[in-house]
């Protein structure tokens, strides 16, 4: 499992926990372990924010635990209400991005993701170095916007 730099195992920095219902959206090779980590809850799907409506086996959520890469700004606004509404209450949206010294050609920045997630109900709790390219910001509904 890789631990990066910082020593801390990456499924333990993003607080993916055993049972967990996982949407992986545009997982790239270098972090495949993250598609491939057996104790999600039998119910991964993996997709890209091309299929539409996220495809129909997607559709079957909600999810504790969404994933997308994404080196556009435009692709991940046109699918983030998609993203919450694939959402359970309490769990969670990882949004990634190229980190600038990656040199990977993006539009997406930690500023882009964070002002595209407070303007669709969606509030950024943590922030972590996926691996050496990509970077990752950890949205959540707000608690007081989350169902009784």
């Given amino acids: 499992m890789n631990t990066g730099y910082s020593g801390t195992p990456l499924l333990k920095k ?9 949407l992986l959206i545009g997982v790239p090779g270098e972090v495949a372990e993250l598609a491939h980590y057996d104790a999600f ?5 993996i997709a890209s924010l091309a299929q539409p409506a996220l495809t129909a086996a997607c559709a079957e959520g909600p999810f504790n635990y969404v994933h997308v890469f994404e080196k556009d700004a435009r692709a991940l606004e046109a699918s983030i209400d998609r993203l ?43 922030v972590c170095a996926v691996d050496a390219v990509w970077s990752g910001l950890k949205l959540v509904i707000p608690v007081a916007d989350r169902p009784q």
């Fill in 84 to 126: 919450r509404e694939a959402l359970v209450p309490n769990g969670m949206i990882w949004a990634s991005w190229p980190k600038k010294a990656s040199k990977v050609a993006t539009t997406l920045t930690e500023d882009v993701i964070r002002d595209l997630a407070l303007a669709h109900g969606l509030v950024d709790v943590k």
């Fill in 14 to 22: 993003l607080g993916v926990k055993p049972d967990q219902t996982a």
């Fill in 41 to 45: 809850a039998g119910r991964t799907c």
